[in-house]
C-alpha cells in the first residue's frame, strides 16, 4: 500500500503536462467556475458559523471563574470544528456537481494512454447519470466520513496522543477525496458496489491522490480553483495502471 500511495502522490508532477499536452484546461472552466463560487460560500458560511458554535460551547460553562479562559478556547474549538467539516462538504459537494464534467475528462486521458474508452458518456442522459452517481457515491462518502471523524476529533483533544487522531483525520479525508477522484474512471468499468470494493483493495492510490488534493485545497483561494483539474488526471492516470496492469507493463505507456 505504502508504494501505491507514492505513485498516487507521484502522478500529481505528471499531472500538469499532461494536461497540457491533451489541451484539457478548457474543460475546467466552468467547474474551476462552480469550484470558486462554492468554496466562497461555504468560507462566509463557516465564518458565521464558528462564533455561533464557539458561544454554545462556552455557555456550557456556567461559573464565572475562568469564563474568559474557557470562551477563548471555546471559540478556537469552534473554528476548528468548522474548517474540518466545511472542507469535508465542500470536497464531496465540488466532486458530485463536478461529475457529469469530469467523467469526459477522464475518457479523453484513457484514450490519450490506451488507445481505447471503455464506455463513453455521451449526450445528456449520459451526463445525468454521472451527476446521478456522483450524488451517491459522494453522499455515502460523507455520511461514513463524518462518522470516522466525529470521534477521532473528540480524541484528539487528549494529551500528548491528541496529533495522532489528527493524523488519522487527515488520512480520512484523503482517503474520501482519492475515492471520488477515482470513480469518474472506475463508473465505466464497475457498479456502484463493485467501485467501493474496488477502492478498498487499492486504498493505497485513494489515500496518495487525497494528500494532495487536500493540501493544495488549504492553498488560500488558488487552491480551490487548481484542485480539481490536477487530483482528477492523476487519478484518472493510477486508476488505468491499476485497471490494465498488464497493458501499461507490456506497452510501457509514457504520460
Do not use: C
Not at 488558488?222 to 483539474?229: C, R, S
Not at 488526471?233 to 485497471?243: C, F, G, Y
Amino acid at each position: 500500500m505504502i508504494k501505491d500511495i507514492f505513485n498516487g502522490i507521484q502522478a500529481y508532477f505528471s499531472a500538469l503536462s499532461l494536461l497540457s499536452k491533451l489541451n484539457l484546461w478548457s474543460y475546467f472552466i466552468l467547474p474551476i467556475v462552480i469550484s470558486f463560487v462554492l468554496g466562497i460560500f461555504i468560507l462566509f458560511t463557516a465564518y458565521g458559523l464558528s462564533d455561533n458554535i464557539g458561544s454554545y460551547i462556552a455557555s456550557i460553562w456556567k461559573f464565572s471563574w475562568g469564563k474568559e479562559t474557557v470562551t477563548s478556547i471555546s471559540y478556537f474549538i469552534g473554528g476548528l470544528i468548522v474548517i474540518a467539516f466545511g472542507i469535508v462538504i465542500f470536497k464531496h459537494i465540488l466532486m458530485a456537481v463536478a461529475a457529469p464534467f469530469m467523467t469526459p475528462i477522464s475518457e479523453k486521458i484513457e484514450m490519450h494512454l490506451t488507445g481505447t474508452v471503455t464506455k463513453q458518456h455521451i449526450g445528456l442522459k449520459a451526463q445525468t447519470s454521472a451527476l446521478a452517481r456522483g450524488i451517491r457515491i459522494n453522499l455515502r462518502n460523507l455520511i461514513v466520513e463524518i462518522l470516522w471523524i466525529i470521534p477521532f476529533f473528540i480524541f484528539s483533544f487528549i494529551p500528548l496522543i491528541g496529533f495522532i487522531f489528527l493524523f488519522l483525520i487527515f488520512l480520512i479525508q484523503a482517503y474520501y477525496a482519492g475515492f471520488g477522484n477515482m470513480d469518474y474512471t472506475l463508473e465505466r468499468y464497475f457498479s456502484y458496489r463493485e467501485s467501493v470494493d474496488f477502492v478498498r483493495k487499492n486504498r493505497g492510490i485513494a489515500i496518495g491522490n487525497g494528500i494532495v488534493f487536500m493540501l493544495i485545497l488549504l492553498i488560500p483561494i488558488v487552491g480551490i480553483l487548481i484542485v480539481l483539474p490536477l487530483s482528477v488526471v492523476a487519478s484518472t492516470t493510477e486508476t488505468l495502471k491499476a485497471l490494465h496492469p498488464e497493458k501499461f507493463a507490456k506497452n510501457r505507456l509514457q504520460l
